[in-house]
DNA sequence: ACCAAATAGTACGACATCGAACCAAAGTCA
DNA sequence: TGACTTTGGTTCGATGTCGTACTATTTGGT
């Protein structure tokens, strides 16, 4: 297999396992959240309040006009609470409500139940020996986009 | 870490990447052409001819109303031939048109091309290392929902 | 042979995501 | 200070994907 085969199939696989996992989720997740929805709140969760929705698109990979629609999506079920920034006028900080705190506890604790059956056939240390590869192929992709979207 | 946040931040970091691939894929290939097409279009070539419209959704783990949005796609731009299935009167039969190979071959250029400043930034062998695991973790996902939607 | 259950594909409505165009606030530089 | 540029967010239109409901055909049991 050359290097492009071996990188088209890699991305495939990829592609696929995300794929399934996202909908995973979304079968799995209460209230008809969506995954989206749900990975945003734990970010929300582990970064910390007060993040701009820039922020937290960037750390996201998604384009910040997603970012608004997925905050006002959260905003209205009143998981997120959102306010001007205070040091930029053009800005907003994100801030985590009891709610949303409560919800994604909840949602916790929905996934890891139902994935309680598929979880012990997951081999660990294959997926924890696969972390680094998967972090630095996403550096590299980050990069280049940022490259091409900044420059060039 | 305990093995619920293992699997919580492997699907993550699984899920951004395929994102940012997508995305890549997205940016870079002709005439607007998404990844999805793109996708079935290889898998087409590679499976051969005359395979049917669930067959293709089952593979690329799309449900079958998406791919007849995608086929329809593809079929609108002469990409692909659907027939009628001889052997079953509900089913259908997708062929590739010789313009569906060259359009896959000229995408594959433009993606090949895109990628060779990337490519070298990956480490080949950590790509091959985690292909198994990844083909894991697929079966296992794939087991869970064939279960989920057939029986239970 | 007939009727019920399963199956392949389509239609429809909902929604997440994207890119491009836009607006408002900062920042920059003369 | 004042104009040009940059930057954070929103709006808008388009599109990919999904779940559900539906149609048509096939399969299976009696």
Redesign the pocket.
Known sequence: MDDDTLIFTFFNEIGIVS?LSQ?FL??HLPDGL?S?HFATLNHLYRVGNGT???AIANAMQ?????M????A?LEKRELVEIRA?PS?????TVFLTPAGRAFRLAAIGDVTAAMATVASLFDRAALEASLPTLQRVRKILDAERAHRSGGD
Chains 1, 2 share one sequence.
């Not at 608004?68 to 905050?71: C, N, S, Y």
């Open positions: 794929q909908a979304n079968r969506h989206s701009t929705p820039l998604v384009t910040k006009a997603t608004t629609h997925t905050l999506v920034n930029d006028g053009r800005s907003k």
